[in-house]
């Protein structure tokens, strides 16, 4: 058997006396009113008495549901905290893997694979800055064929992206920007992330993903971990050219 809140019988047991103690009165009203004064009366007072009693069980209702959804706060928080700190330590392992890339094209193509899985990219590119120049060239793929065209920083939303130097996520993505094709047909992704490696205040990289899913808010948090150990080696490698 159930426990009954305690709550629940009290509220029960007061809408039952306010029923009896109306039905009194109007026994005791009954021998100098009317039949029916003593109904209007009667009813008057029950429906008095079940809108209080409304309003009591409304106010339970709305207590409970600020409670549940106080509670399910402290949930959705407590996951983006245990996302944050899942991503703090594989952008560890991250960088503690990429100096072993002993070329630009090796290392150009390790990060990109490793966040393109990371954020269930469905494409991606990556671009390397011209040694002494201002020209990005398109240095690995991911799910695409061909090279993509290189472009200039300021120019496009590339470009844009690698004069701010800030991380940029796009979920507008211009008709016909990107295309996946597949057995099924073709179908563009809506989101668009555009991630710049800065050393030194300049981007000397870029990498592009795009992804049918949004992108999660702790990728601000990974990208400042990785950031500037993995510019410093992209910078290496561009003067050893």
């Known amino acids: ?11 029960a047991i007061l809408f039952i006396l306010i029923i009896v103690f109306t039905y009194l009165i109007f ?15 009667f009813g008057g007072l ?28 402290k949930q959705n928080e407590n996951i ?39 954020f269930n990219a469905v494409q991606g590119t990556l671009y390397v800055r011209e040694k002494g120049g201002d020209t990005f ?36 993505i211009p008709e016909g920007y990107i295309s996946v094709v597949s057995g099924l047909g073709a179908a563009s992704p809506n989101n668009l992330l555009v991630m710049p490696f800065v050393f030194n205040n300049k981007t000397i990289a870029l990498l592009e993903l795009a992804s049918f899913e949004e992108f999660p808010n702790y990728i601000f948090d990974f990208y400042s971990h990785i950031n500037n150990n993995i510019s410093k080696h992209f910078n290496k490698l561009i003067n050893e050219q």
Do not use: C, W
């Open 46 to 73: 029950v429906f008095s008495s079940m809108f209080l009693f409304s309003i009591v069980f409304t106010r339970r209702v709305i207590v409970k549901t600020i409670y549940e959804e106080r509670e399910n706060l």
């Open 80 to 118: 983006e905290k245990e996302k944050e700190k899942i991503s703090f330590k594989e952008s560890l392992n991250i960088v503690k893997e990429y100096d072993k890339q002993k070329d630009l094209k090796e290392l150009s193509e390790f990060i990109l694979k490793k966040l393109a899985h990371k």
């Open 27 to 41: 026994i005791k009203l009954g021998v100098q009113k009317s039949d029916n004064d003593i109904i209007v009366l």
């Open 1 to 11: 058997m159930q426990n009954i809140p305690v709550r629940k019988i009290l509220s």
């Open 137 to 172: 060239i398109n240095t690995a793929n991911y799910a695409l064929y061909g090279n993509k065209k290189s472009f200039k920083e300021g120019e496009g939303i590339n470009g844009q992206v690698a004069t701010n130097k800030k991380l940029k996520i796009i979920t507008d």
